[in-house]
């Protein structure tokens, strides 16, 4: 059975920093890309940043681009997301996701497979 987990959510004040981990397990792992996404409340889902099968190439939104970074260890089945400087904007559920694509994107519809979700605060 596919499944990603995610972990590592929580509070932290402005300019602090996360990691967020999403673990995979039942699939092929290696050969999906996969992507993070964040709902804020009464906000779309957006997708923030993607990695490709191989780890070699990354996409990241203008809105965490500097500040987050994404990288893999197939051998483990785990994306991670550094998250570093923090504003109280980046307060959402992050997701992960993965896909079967040729390429990195940030399109929520590209995406078939999903985890629940982490929670992720950023507040004083």
């Known amino acids: 059975q596919l499944q990603l987990v995610e972990s590592g959510g929580g509070l932290v004040q402005p300019g602090g920093s996360l990691r967020l981990s999403c673990a995979a397990s039942?699939?092929?792992?290696?050969?999906?890309?996969i992507g993070w996404f964040r709902q804020a409340p009464g906000k779309e889902r957006e997708g923030i940043s993607c990695i490709t099968t191989s780890g070699l190439n990354t996409d990241y939104a203008d809105s965490v681009k500097g500040r987050f970074t994404i990288s893999r260890d197939n051998a483990k089945g785990t994306v991670y997301l550094q998250m570093n400087n923090l504003e109280p904007d980046d307060t959402a559920i992050y997701y992960c996701?993965?896909?079967?694509?040729?390429?990195?994107?940030?399109?929520?519809?590209?995406?078939?497979?999903w985890g629940q979700g982490t929670q992720v605060t950023v507040s004083s």
């Open positions: 996701a993965a896909a079967a694509l040729p390429a990195c994107g940030l399109p929520v519809y590209q995406y078939r497979y």
């Open positions: 039942g699939f092929a792992f290696y050969s999906y890309v």
